[in-house]
């Protein structure tokens, strides 16, 4: 069945650096991959609906400028936390969904990112 | 504007017994999609259900099934014999396309003990 891979599970930096997130589809290609961040003990929330070959959408709150998502291809999206800092310590997990068909959301692991 | 609530925020119960977790949502579309999503400690969602505007039947999935009432605007889910394999958060969603931007519920925090 469709998977979605997300690396790293973990990471942990220290603040002022910058943190890549990889968002990957296994067997099948998504136009369309969405970032979630997820605080502590509370829901998850959208950030930003990334679109291949073209700018993301982010929601509103979401600074655009600290997570850059870029989607080069069909099957990768990458959303860069730059200049990190203790309140971006959360858990971001991405999403894909095969096109065209009346398929689940798969959602990747999750990376859960700590700044030191 | 769309959202979802959860109202129970931890539900805990003992091996064998039933627990249903409730789903209230809003939204002014007439085409829209729910689901729920189980994250275990680990973190990861794993997917359970979805279900179209359009399908008020209720489904069983072994010991899992949903009651989708349009009349209310619920979407209730109910495990049956719970396990201690069970305890996890659950979530409740909401989309008014398929493709994936969800809405979710605050959540609901499971914690089935032997």
């Known amino acids: 069945g469709a998977v979605v891979s997300q690396h790293p599970s973990w990471v942990i930096c220290k603040s002022g650096t910058s943190v890549k997130i990889e968002c990957r589809s296994l067997?099948?290609?998504?136009?369309?991959m969405f970032w979630y961040r997820q605080f502590p003990k509370q829901s998850l929330m959208l950030m930003a609906t990334?679109?291949?070959?073209?700018?993301?959408?982010?929601e509103q709150g979401v600074e655009k400028d600290k997570f850059l998502i870029n989607h080069a291809s069909l099957t990768l999206s990458t959303l860069t936390v730059t200049s990190a800092h203790p309140e971006d310590s959360s858990f971001y997990i991405c999403?894909?969904?095969?096109?065209?068909?009346?398929?689940?959301?798969?959602f990747g692991n999750g990376t859960r990112l700590t700044v030191t | 504007a769309q959202k979802v609530t959860q109202a129970q925020t931890e539900i805990s119960v003992v091996e064998k017994e039933d627990v249903t977790l409730d789903c209230v949502y809003e939204?002014?579309?007439?085409?829209?999609?729910l689901f729920w999503y189980k994250q275990p400690p680990s973190g990861e969602l794993v997917f359970l259900i979805r279900?179209?505007?359009?399908?008020?039947q209720n489904e069983i999935s072994g010991r899992y099934s949903w009651n989708f009432q349009k009349s209310t605007s619920s979407f209730n889910f109910t495990i049956t014999a719970s396990q201690v394999v069970d305890s996890a958060v659950y979530f409740c969603a909401l989309s008014d396309d398929s493709w994936g931007k969800l809405q979710f519920g605050a959540g609901t925090q499971v914690v089935v003990t032997p």
């Open positions: 990334s679109n291949e070959g073209s700018k993301a959408t982010y």
């Open positions: 939204t002014r579309d007439t085409t829209y999609y």
């Open positions: 999403s894909a969904h095969v096109q065209g068909r009346n398929s689940p959301l798969h």
């Open positions: 279900r179209n505007s359009f399908d008020e």
């Open positions: 067997d099948f290609q998504a136009t369309t």
